[in-house]
């Protein structure tokens, strides 16, 4: 199949970390991506990692990957309120031409 | 530098009539590729374009078509609209490259009565 699964929700405090996790299907996928979708826009792109790649830090973002258990998860230090929003894993397929994506997580600050 | 745009954000249609939405894909770009965006859930993919062919599709009827002109541009058309067909569309553009990240708009939400 071709189904990525994420939670469906996490809460949070201001200041705390956030871990979204990911399980995706494809073992053939190449790249991995975070998306991030807030109230009536389309969604934008957060950061991706290849999947040679255990690890991806950018900034605050924390992209950690576990190839033999394809599990995927997305690290927020020091989360805002601001980083409330949805966000979506999702991978290549068919040869890196079609992105598939979760369901999303829908991430809840709490200042 | 103007990003993804698509035309018109609100739609409202009956059952049974037919509904054609536009997209411009961001300056550079030369793919573009269609989702629906169901309430509550993740986005789902339809097709994508390149060359103005149909490259790839997902699990949509034929109701569901698209076209791809010279300059990018494209159009999503359904026919026959259901009332499940309710949703946002969101088109995505990217480079003609195997894994280039996507580019979205902000959709068109489409409401059908």
């Known amino acids: 199949g071709e189904d990525v699964e994420q939670s469906l929700f996490l809460s949070v405090r201001e200041g705390d970390s956030s871990v979204i996790n990911c399980t995706y299907t494809?073992?053939?996928?190449?790249?991995l991506y975070w998306y991030k979708q807030e109230p009536g826009a389309g969604l934008q792109l957060l950061t991706y990692?290849?999947?040679?790649?255990d690890m991806k830090q950018d900034q605050r973002l924390t992209v950690l990957l576990n190839k033999k258990d394809k599990h995927l998860s997305l690290r927020i230090a020091d989360t805002q309120t601001g980083d409330s929003a949805i966000y979506f894993c999702a991978e290549s397929q068919d040869g890196g031409f079609k992105t598939i994506f979760g369901a999303g997580t829908r991430l809840f600050v709490k200042a | 530098d103007a990003g993804v745009t698509q035309s018109p954000t609100h739609l409202i249609k009956t059952r049974g009539q037919q509904v054609t939405l536009r997209c411009s894909p961001k300056s550079g770009h030369d793919t573009v590729s269609w989702y629906q965006q169901a309430l509550g859930q993740g986005p789902q993919f339809i097709f994508q374009y390149y060359e103005e062919e149909e490259r790839q599709r997902g699990n949509f009827p034929d109701r569901f078509s698209g076209h791809q002109f010279p300059n990018y541009s494209s159009e999503l058309n359904v026919n026959a609209l259901l009332l499940g067909d309710s949703a946002l569309y969101l088109c995505?553009?990217?480079?003609?490259?195997?894994?280039?990240?996507?580019?979205f708009g902000n959709g068109t939400r489409l409401t059908v009565t």
């Open positions: 990692i290849f999947s040679n790649m």
């Open positions: 995505a553009s990217s480079e003609n490259s195997r894994n280039s990240p996507l580019h």
């Open positions: 494809d073992s053939s996928s190449t790249y």
